[in-house]
């Protein structure tokens, strides 16, 4: 379990006053579950929420799934669960909350299901070695600058099957570089183009992942209770 804030990945420091995830939680932390209101808490309705999401995308026991940002397995432990053995694999900036990941698969008794986990802040998602059909982030870019944003498509790009798709989870702005503060409804949750939590229109991320050889799709309201939205991100 990390006690010390040295087992946030040195790279998360760059984090600090971008977004509130590198703070490292501690044991006694972890013990009392307070991972779970960090990463936004309605544990039990986002996590089904997405797990029921990528199921009506065709996600089944074989595939390998990456979860980037996948924090302390709110979604993760139902897709643990669900796929075979070794399929699962997440990456989170803050290696507290990987802890706290590890911690949610032994309380659900899915410790022993090959769940690979790792702390990286520059979603070096080549380290695992795999390639996969799915991948995921669900409240995460809503939290990066546009630059972070740019790095995280371009990484996964390189991880992703011809045939997989990304799924993200966005505020959308009704218009590029869309400079008022947005509330979004249901939630009430405000968003800026330049600070934490952004929005941006769906262009915007098109944008981005023609950057990279990608091609994005618009899902939009898939039911997420903050008034998220979601884009699909398919090779070119
Ligand atoms: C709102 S939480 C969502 C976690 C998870 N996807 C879920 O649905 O519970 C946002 C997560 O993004 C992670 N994050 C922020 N910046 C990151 C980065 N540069 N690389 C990887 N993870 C990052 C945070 O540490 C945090 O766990």
């Given at each position: 379990?990390?006690?010390?804030?040295?087992?946030?990945?040195?790279?998360?420091?760059?984090?600090?006053?971008?977004?509130?995830?590198?703070?490292?939680?501690?044991?006694?932390?972890?013990?009392?579950?307070?991972?779970?209101?960090?990463?936004?808490?309605?544990?039990?309705?986002?996590?089904?929420?997405?797990?029921?999401?990528?199921?009506?995308?065709?996600?089944?026991p074989f595939h390998r799934l990456l979860d980037?940002?996948c924090?302390?397995l709110?979604?993760g432990v139902?897709f643990v669960r669900y796929l075979d053995k070794g399929r699962y694999c997440g990456?989170?900036?803050?290696?507290?909350?990987?802890?706290?990941g590890h911690?949610?698969l032994a309380?659900a008794g899915l410790d022993q299901r090959g769940a690979r986990l790792v702390?990286?802040?520059?979603?070096?998602?080549?380290?695992f070695g795999e390639?996969?059909?799915?991948?995921?982030?669900?409240?995460?870019?809503?939290?990066?600058?546009?630059?972070?944003?740019?790095?995280?498509?371009?990484?996964?790009?390189?991880?992703?099957?011809?045939?997989?798709?990304?799924?993200?989870?966005?505020?959308?702005?009704?218009?590029?570089?869309?400079?008022?503060?947005?509330?979004?409804?249901?939630?009430?949750?405000?968003?800026?183009?330049?600070?934490?939590?952004?929005?941006?229109?769906?262009?915007?991320?098109?944008?981005?992942?023609?950057?990279?050889?990608?091609?994005?799709?618009?899902?939009?309201?898939?039911?997420?209770?903050?008034?998220?939205?979601?884009?699909?991100?398919?090779?070119?």
């Open positions: 379990m990390s006690d010390t804030p040295d087992r946030v990945d040195p790279s998360a420091a760059a984090m600090q006053g971008v977004n509130g995830y590198w703070r490292a939680l501690d044991a006694d932390d972890i013990r009392r579950g307070e991972h779970r209101t960090m990463i936004g808490a309605m544990w039990d309705d986002i996590g089904t929420l997405q797990f029921e999401f990528l199921r009506r995308q065709g996600l089944q980037v940002g924090g302390s709110r979604g139902h990456i989170d900036a803050n290696a507290s909350l990987v802890d706290a911690h949610e309380l702390a990286d802040a520059n979603f070096d998602v080549g380290r390639t996969f059909d799915y991948a995921i982030a669900v409240s995460v870019i809503t939290h990066l600058f546009t630059d972070h944003i740019q790095a995280c498509l371009k990484r996964v790009r390189h991880v992703l099957e011809q045939n997989g798709t990304f799924y993200v989870t966005f505020f959308e702005a009704p218009e590029t570089a869309h400079l008022d503060p947005i509330t979004h409804a249901p939630g009430e949750i405000t968003t800026s183009y330049t600070q934490d939590p952004f929005h941006q229109s769906f262009e915007e991320l098109q944008t981005l992942a023609a950057r990279v050889g990608m091609r994005a799709r618009l899902i939009g309201d898939f039911g997420h209770p903050r008034g998220q939205r979601m884009a699909a991100f398919s090779p070119l």
